[in-house]
């Protein structure tokens, strides 16, 4: 996700924090691309979603460090090569470095034809998992990012309201400010299980916190 500043002393405060950033680190340790991953390893730690032999949809998941999270999850040895037991899709705008085992599709997901790419390769199987990092280009404009937000949120829900298991779940980045308690309100009528999560990976700073939805009220049993 892209902010567009004109404050230097923004950008140098922002490089001083992520050098210093001990997930950033880790990440650097452990072979991930992003600190990101720790954000999902938190949320999936705490609820338990993805789990050996399921089938995950990664959406906005470049420049790959959610992908690379479950990949290690499904491995019966926790590697990041070699072994899968279960399936990744992958989907963003942007093009993303091959990851063992994950297959990417590169769309927009906003686009018709990116959610028709991602129902072909699932060729009616049912995901245990939906995982949402997309987020737009902030403008700087509440209202219109507001409205950018919302879009790929409702987006992410309604291909989970699809595809998902009865048991399944969505995990969706959200910001806080106008529009968040809406997409709350909008988790809540379309899952029997909604939790609101800021994991300690999430920088204090940030508005970001993220949704999760166990269990589509509309999934046959």
Known sequence: MKVKTKSKKVTKSWLN?????????????????????????EID????????????????????????YVRRRLSPKGAAVGELN??????????????EGVTFLQGDFREPEAAAALDKELAGRKVDAVVSDMAPN????PSSDSARIELLVELAIEFAMQHLKPEGAL????????????????????FRTVKPLKPK????????????????KNASR
């Open 17 to 41: 924090d992520h050098v210093n950033d001990p997930y950033v680190k880790l990440a650097q340790k452990e072979g991930y691309r992003a600190r990101a991953a720790y954000k999902l390893k």
């Open 45 to 68: 730690e705490q609820l338990g979603l993805i789990k050996p032999g399921h089938l995950v949809v990664d959406l906005g998941s470049t420049p790959g460090a959610w992908s690379q």
């Open 86 to 99: 279960g399936t990744i899709l992958a989907l963003d705008i942007l093009p993303m470095e091959p990851i």
């Open 138 to 141: 902030l403008s700087g404009i």
């Open 171 to 190: 995990v969706c980045k959200v910001f806080h400010g106008s529009g968040y308690s809406q997409l709350v309100k909008r988790f809540k009528e379309q």
């Open 201 to 216: 990976a999430s920088r204090d700073k940030s508005s970001e916190t993220f949704l999760v939805g166990i269990g589509p």
